[in-house]
């Protein structure tokens, strides 16, 4: 369907054109009036909903169960967010996600860059193996290990305290993975050698030449995992109640179902819950895009 | 035998052979540099001091690599082995929530107790057409997506973050406004099929209607994510590839057929794996779209799925022994599919060469 849009390529298609087309096939086309029609469209109906969690809290309970439902902003989107601000406790829910997506990204960077370092220019033994033990530890579902590990933290009291959701996702095989694919080509041999002339020890090594080589990746790994972090769901609505120290999605959970019957308040929930990633994303967009194509060709 | 190895891997580094050589205590009658040779005439204590750092240097060289990955590996055998093998031991007990640590040995009755429950029976039907409703599209129109997104285009960043934006919205808040715009009274779906001439649907309460609208909050999620994969993976597609295709008088749509789509396969392939696992997975979507009843999934399980269904058995009805028995049900699912996977992409190589 796209085909029509574009320049016709084929040499075949006009006399006038062959050379030209035949050469320029293998660049990148221009897109033409249709790709733009289709993408701004599928943007539209990415952002649709997004925007409408804030036209519904900006508006009341009632405006919400009429027709036609509202298409722009009301009036009472304070009011509401305070609402949920103050009665689904939203933000003691938010820091401790900050806390919890935080620490669990700080880790899986930290981690993830050890191990990811050592496969990709450590030489030891059973190294190919242990790193198909990693990538095989992706397919694990988490389901399989919710009921012995909400065991261990029943044992251990830690229900509804914030180390019960951190610990378990501290590292990540993902990330072991995505920092290994990018220091093979990013850190220079050479550079680690150099510094073991001047008698670093390995650990100088991961400090001084490591780390820093592997900044970029870092950012992008630990933004990506913050992401992931911050929607996890499964694990935390079993971990955490809305009475204890809930996550935002377990607090949202809880205004879902009913604990306040007022839509507008339970959008201003939401609302309040995805407006941090939002931010992230009008700020590091481009990181984060960058950071999952690059993850793709590589992984 | 280790540093002897390592300063091989940076001799063809150039000019820095030499000095690492020298440096490599292991190498201490090794082709020396200038600078240890000038240091040479040494007295027993110096040479001591040496033979002593060279030790620990090749103990460092030797242990260190196990040190920097044994994190991960720690971690994983408690939060991810030791749970995973304890869930299978759980299943053939009977645990309650109650009391997790009374635990009586059943067998195998959990399992056959499953095979006769139709609730399982219908979370894994339920599990596998929503599965296949939401993963079918959702590709295909990342596919899409991506070879428009893969033109020359004006803001093409700005594309790019939009349509990665739902990735960041959580389970919970997206399925909070999808179940408001899906609402059968005053949702915005039925309003606009109303406008259209067509009458209200009750999204909830229809078996297809719920997995319908339950596969369009993974869709919306998902799809610019996987778009973003595949064109990560469409822009390291040799341009010369689509240069032939064109001299040889291949349309745009024939290239796309010809050059994109076997080139993504790997691509795809490992799209429909992670998405499969995803589905299978599905969880708090469901949950939510009930809102206030539950893990039931709709008033007559009609999109209950095995994620949910777990949860009811194990969290709602107290039985940890029976979770654990479905979660290892899935666990051999995945694996299934794994399997089938990888007999299919087999096959598929086969008949391209």
Redesign the interface.
Known sequence: M??KT?A??????AHRSRPR???R????????RL??A??IL??V???F??V??AV?ASRSNER??????PFWFGGNLFKNLKIAWTDANMGTALLNTTIVAGSIALGTVF??T??G???AK???RF?NL?LL??IG?M??????????????V??LSWTDQLQAVI?????S?FG?FFMRQFLIEAL???LI??A????A???RV?WHVVFPAARPAMAVLGMLTF?MA??D??WPI?ALTQNGSPT??VA??G????YIPD?SV??A???L??LP??L??VLF??Q??GG???G??K? | M?SA???G??EP?GG?GP??V???PAGAGAPGGDRVAAADPVGPAEARRRER?SRR?RR???W??????A???L??AA??L???L??GW?SLHQ?ELTA??EMHWVGLRNFSRLLSDEFFWNALRNTFTIGVISTVPQLM?AL??A???????RGS?F???????????????????????FGR????VN?AL?QLGWGPVDWQNGTWTSQFAVSTIVV?RWT??NA??Y???M??IP?????S???D?????Q??RHVTVPSLRP?IL?TCVVST?GA??L??EP??FN??A?ATGGSDHQFQTL?LY??EQ??VNLH?GR??A???T??LI?LLI?AANWLISRALRKETT
């Open positions: 796209s085909a574009t016709p390529a084929a040499p075949r298609s087309s035949a050469h096939a293998g660049r990148q086309l221009h897109g033409g790709a733009y289709i993408l599928f943007t109906g990415s952002l909903p997004l409408w969690t519904a919400l169960a009429q027709t036609p439902p981690f993830s050890l191990a370092f050592a496969f450590l030489r030891f190294k242990l033990l990693v530890t397919m694990i579902p988490p389901q399989l290990s919710v009921v012995p590990l909400y065991m261990v029943a044992e610990l378990p996702t501290l590292v095989a072991v220079p041999t050479e050698e150099a073991r002339v001047d008698g020890s390995s650990w991961v992401v911050w929607n769901f499964f079993i935002v999605q949202l959970t205004l879902g179902r009913g839509q339970i959008m929930g939401a609302l819950g995805t990633l939002l992230a994303f967009g481009k984060i895009v999952i194509m690059q793709a060709v992984g | 280790r190895s390592d300063t891997a940076a580094g820095g000095a690492v020298a440096a490599a750092r240097y460092d060289v030797r260190s690599p196990y040190a920097l990955v994190p991960f590996f971690f994983f939060f991810g030791f749970p995973l304890y869930t759980a645990v997790p640590n129109i899409g997506i070879h428009l997104l893969n033109y020359k285009l960043m594309f790019r973050v939009a349509v990665l934006t739902p990735y960041a919205t959580s389970v919970a808040a997206a399925t909070l406004v999808f179940v408001l715009l009274d005053y949702g915005m309003w109303g919306w610019g994510y973003l994969i064109l990560a993976a822009q390291a341009p010369d590839l689509y240069e295709a064109a001299l008088g291949a349309s745009r749509w290239q796309f691509t490992f696992i299978t997975q969880f708090g949950l939510l809102g206030g539950g994620g777990l949860y194990g969290w940890l979770a654990s479905i979660a290892w899935m666990f995945l794994g």
